[in-house]
């Protein structure tokens, strides 16, 4: 069957040849991949926990935290978001220092890092306080880039400034901008009491009798008897 178009309307056929060659085309959706669970929720979840964690086989540290979130991302990806409390032990298993902080996250379980009130003992007893550190188990340190105040009893010291690094132990470190106090010991001796001769006394004028005082006794004896013969 032939169709017949008018040539005044030509024009309307290429234009309904392409409506009809994309209305039978498949059609494509524009969606964003599918969201996992694994992707925002942890894989578990621990409460109320006391841990001892090693390190190529040797018990390396212990955490104590409330919460304990394990994602299984990649990276994978602790995290303790009401605070942790963590040891970290040397090859004798004697604490070498503490942290205490109010959020941890712990990347690829290799780099933590610690943010909120981050507060670190180490065994000499020096007192590091600051809002954020990071810890890298694999290089063997541990920094940070703000605030940090650094007190020192053994030394009577303090330290203040920015741009904090140390190696693992916490006892070789430096700070830039340091600004600190070493207190001086400004108490003076006091002088020995002078003792004077004239207010010291002795009860009822009594002295020890002297070598002089014998032989003087004794002269003046034999004198008297040659005086005096009977």
Not at 2 to 10: E, Y
Not at 111 to 124: A, D, K
Not at 137 to 148: G, I, K, Y
């Amino acid at each position: 069957m032939a169709v017949q178009v008018n040539r005044r309307h030509r024009w309307l056929l290429p234009v309904l040849l392409m409506a009809a060659l994309f209305s039978c085309s498949p059609g494509h959706e524009h969606i964003a991949p599918a969201i996992h669970d694994e992707d925002s929720l942890p894989m578990m979840t621990a409460h109320g926990i006391s841990n001892l964690i090693s390190d190529s086989g040797i018990i390396s540290y212990k955490i104590i935290a409330e919460d304990w979130n394990i994602y299984t991302t990649e990276p994978q990806k602790w995290t303790f978001l009401k605070g942790l409390f963590l040891e970290k032990f040397d090859s004798t298993f004697h604490v070498q220092w503490f942290v205490q902080s109010d959020t941890a996250y712990c990347h690829a379980n290799r780099i933590w890092e610690l943010r909120g009130r981050v507060v670190v003992l180490n065994r000499q007893g020096d007192l590091f306080e600051t809002e954020e550190l990071f810890w890298d188990m694999d290089a063997h340190e541990m920094w940070n880039n703000v605030f940090m105040c650094i007190t020192m009893p053994a030394n009577n010291q303090q330290l203040k400034g920015y741009n904090f690094r140390s190696d693992e132990q916490m006892t070789k470190y430096s700070i830039n901008n340091s600004m600190g106090y070493t207190p001086v010991n400004e108490k003076k001796e006091e002088p020995a009491p002078e003792i004077n001769p004239a207010a010291t006394h002795f009860q009822d004028d009594y002295r020890r009798p002297s070598q002089a005082d014998y032989r003087r006794d004794a002269s003046q004896s034999s004198a008297a008897s040659h005086n005096n013969p009977q």
